[in-house]
């Protein structure tokens, strides 16, 4: 056993990139249960974002469109989400479930050809002066630019839900829709537009997995990481910055047992892979009971205008 | 009261299989307060949402201030200065006050600016409230006064309130009648929806009567009497509760030394109470809400039980039964909350006859429910308690308030109970409906039932019960023959002032 081949550095560094897809499947996810839809079809718009976005990176050799096609492409598929549970008002969770059986069978049909083969992925951007910080440096400011793009969109989200009166709306038509209708608010449009928002970002998500974190096509590969977002959302009481909190645990979690694997501690591989989800579960669960869980009071229920 | 404000010219609104309003005409004056009568299913909502662009009238216009008046949705009603307070606050709980209203405004200003303007208006109206307290934690007063506040920032023209009364406590009455008296003063106009027929007549100009969709009279409440008003509401005279002679019988129920904790911070604890009940016997019992009615209504039908000795029943301490065992022996009871206590509100009236009756009306057998037989009960029910639904299929949710308050009563009177026990029996009933749910349990009590009545309407505890007695902070007063109380009497006994009294007991 040698824990001298753990440098301190590399684990921050990669826990963040480690961390990101998550991050970016649970903040979309947190808009679209804040507006008080319960979308479990994260890992199946997460693989389609993920399968979408290596095809259309290994075409057009940009990753960047890469990324802007699996957004697209996410979004979509969660239209057909929003259209049922809106509309036809299906039950949310059973149609959530669906999304995702749905997700992971097209994934594989598309990324059948793709198998093996290996894409361009982003390049990292150094940030001026601040990424010559000695150790600071290389740790934190120099990532590709969907790490920082990720930290910036939880801190949008948190601006947004906290001081827009367009988030206030959205909290609003999750807590009571019957009361946000009789205000006027438009309840489903506000629905389906965060629908598409929380689909476009597990996109993103999924994408990252297979153009940056990997980087090529294997069938499955988001391997539960949607449930882990959704897990993420609910223990972090819909806050956004515990949600980067939760997603960077689990990413440096995941990134220290596999340091910890190499270095052949003699801990048993099947308790250092599950330690992971233990701890990010069991840290989040002590962080909710702190209380103010702050569910969407409507969440999950279906809305239909009875005037 | 000068110049029309608002002019409603033959709205017409019909729905699959009714008409909800045929060709209803009034106008409101400036500065006039309007009262709008109906009985439940009168089509009352109906046409304050056509008023206020929920629901689109098929035929008939409106004109505000002289000009036509047809608006699509209510962010349209509100530009034109009209302002509603729901009867089912439409507030929203996780979120503050500021918060709320803001949701409420077509251009609110920044949240501090915001704060500052309801501190201002909710003190200059005698309403206070802050602006930072999550609306969760509020009263239903205070959350009628965030309701009231939102509207009055728009500086409405016409402030519609739908039975802004029936949830708050006499003392919140008051200071809701002297808003609007002042909010009168200033020239706003107010629509004002209720049943309760005293305080229409205490506060209102005119009033409007509405009987199946169509209106039937306009009139000034203040020279009509109470009855007169009801009798136009109903199309015919009706019956008032008539309270015959009984015979009383051996002592049925008996409280003694009752205390209970309040099961949790928002309850009330009840403090040795004392009382017995005979059969044939009424017993009601008044005070302010929150006083401990609830608790003492789930020590009695046993959803919170107590020590054995404290309750007991035809010679038996019952103080530790549960609900079940209780209703075995045949004491039953209805709770004031309709949805969610009472009934189950998207089961059907079938199912929610069956959950309190199953074992009294012998529905099921063996453990296999007896659907033809609980069915028939139902209807037995919705025949005789005049209860209007399509069908016993119907949820219950889906029934008006006071249509599923008469299912409620009814399901218990029809068990034949040896005790009955009921919170707010005629809570949102009309003035028809709540008359027979009184003259009912007076025959109950004919059949020698005992009969408790928590109320917090003091004329019905006055009209049908024999002895009357007061809840005050969880204690309850010395229980006193009611024909040999004043009012002024029964004022004190609410306001916890029964040890002045060194009574006749």
New interface residues.
């Given amino acids: 056993m040698d824990l001298s081949s753990i440098n301190p550095v590399l684990l921050i560094a990669s826990l963040m990139v480690s961390a990101t897809p998550i991050m970016l499947a649970a903040i979309g996810e947190t808009i679209v249960e804040k507006a008080g839809v319960l979308n479990l079809g994260v890992e199946g718009m997460m693989i389609t974002g993920a399968v979408v976005g290596f095809v259309v990176g290994i075409n057009t050799g940009s990753p960047m469109l890469g990324f802007l096609a699996a957004a697209v492409a996410s979004a979509i598929l969660s239209i057909s989400f929003g259209f049922l549970t809106l509309y036809l008002l299906s039950n949310q969770v059973a149609t959530g479930l669906g999304l995702t059986l749905v997700g992971l069978g097209l994934s594989a049909l598309i990324g059948k050809p793709y198998e093996g083969m290996k894409s361009t992925t982003l390049d990292p951007i150094e940030i001026p002066i601040l990424s010559d910080i000695p150790i600071v440096g290389k740790m934190l400011f120099a990532h590709d630019p969907m790490v920082y793009f990720s930290i910036i969109l939880v801190g949008a989200v948190w601006a947004f839900l906290k001081y827009s009166r367009a988030g206030l709306v959205l909290r609003a038509v999750g807590e009571n829709h019957n009361a946000a209708h009789a205000l006027g608010y438009k309840v489903v449009r506000i629905r389906m537009l965060a629908i598409m928002f929380g689909g476009a970002c597990s996109g993103l998500g999924g994408a990252y997995i297979s153009l940056v974190r990997v980087p090529q096509w294997t069938e499955g590969m988001t391997a539960g990481a949607g449930w882990i977002a959704l897990a993420i959302v609910v223990f972090a009481s819909w806050k956004p910055w515990r949600i980067l909190l939760g997603a960077y645990l689990f990413g440096g979690v995941t990134v220290l047992q596999l340091n910890l694997q190499a270095a052949g501690v003699a801990i048993p591989v099947e308790y250092l892979s599950m330690s992971p989800y233990l701890i990010t579960i069991i840290v989040l669960v002590f962080i909710s009971a702190l209380g103010n869980q702050g569910a969407p009071a409507s969440l999950g229920r279906s809305f239909h205008a009875s005037t | 009261m000068s110049s029309v404000l608002l002019r409603l010219e033959g709205l017409t609104k019909a729905y699959p299989g009714v008409i909800a309003n045929q060709d209803v005409s009034f106008d409101i004056g400036h500065g006039e307060v309007h009262a709008l009568l109906g009985e439940n299913g009168a089509g009352k909502s109906t046409l304050v ?1 056509m008023i206020y ?3 689109k009238p098929d035929t008939g216009q409106m004109t505000l201030n002289g000009t036509p008046f047809a608006p699509v ?3 349209a009603a ?1 530009a034109s200065g009209i302002a509603m307070v ?1 009867q089912h ?7 503050n006050v500021a ?1 709320n209203i ?3 405004m077509e251009n ?1 200003p920044k949240q501090s600016d915001l704060a500052r303007q309801i501190t201002k208006v909710s003190q200059s109206y005698g309403l206070p409230l802050d602006p930072h307290k999550t609306v969760g934690g509020l009263s239903a007063g205070e959350r009628q006064r965030v309701e009231i506040i939102r509207c009055l920032l728009q500086n409405p023209q016409l402030l519609i309130m739908d039975e802004p009364t029936s949830v708050l406590t006499p003392q919140e009455v008051d200071i809701l009648f002297k808003t609007l008296r002042k909010l009168k003063a200033e020239g706003k106009s107010i629509l004002y929806i209720s049943h309760k027929l005293e305080e229409i007549r205490a506060l209102c100009d005119t009033a409007t009567i509405l009987r199946l969709g169509k209106k039937v009279a306009t009139c000034e409440p203040a020279k009509a009497s109470a009855r007169e008003l009801a009798e136009m509401m109903v199309g015919s005279s009706f019956k008032a509760p008539e309270k015959t002679p009984r015979d009383l019988g051996k002592v049925l129920l008996e409280v003694k030394d009752l205390s209970k904790a309040a099961a949790d911070a928002f309850g009330t604890s009840l403090k040795s109470i004392n009382f017995s009940v005979r059969a044939g016997e009424v017993v009601g019992i008044g005070g302010v809400a929150g006083n401990g009615q609830d608790e003492l209504l789930s020590v009695l039908s046993g959803e919170m039980t107590s020590k054995s000795s404290a309750v007991v029943f035809d010679g038996k301490a019952i103080g530790t039964l549960g609900p079940t065992k209780r209703r075995a022996l045949g004491i039953l009871s209805g709770p004031e909350e309709r949805l969610g206590h009472a009934a189950a509100p998207n089961m059907s009236l079938t199912e929610n006859a069956l959950m309190t009756a199953v074992d009294r009306q012998s529905l099921a057998k063996n453990g296999f429910l007896n659907w033809g037989k609980a069915q028939r009960f139902a209807e037995k029910v919705i025949d005789a308690f005049d209860v209007r639904t399509p069908s016993a299929q119907t949820p219950a949710g889906s029934l008006s308030g006071g249509n599923l308050q008469k299912f409620v009563i009814g399901r218990e009177v029809m068990q034949a109970p040896r005790v009955l026990v009921v919170n707010q029996p005629t809570w949102g009933v009309d003035a028809a409906a709540a008359a027979a749910i009184r003259q009912a349990l007076l025959d109950l009590a004919n059949e020698q039932a005992a009969i408790i009545v928590i109320s917090q309407d003091l004329d019905e505890l006055i009209e049908i019960s024999d002895r009357f007695g007061a809840l005050n902070e969880g204690r309850l007063s010395q229980l006193r023959p009611t024909q040999d109380l004043s009012v002024e009497e029964i004022g004190l006994m609410m306001g916890g002032a029964h040890d002045l009294e060194v009574s006749d007991a």
């Fill in positions: 949402k662009g929920l629901v949705e209510p962010r509100r729901f606050f439409s507030l929203f709980d996780a979120l918060e803001a949701l409420g609110p």
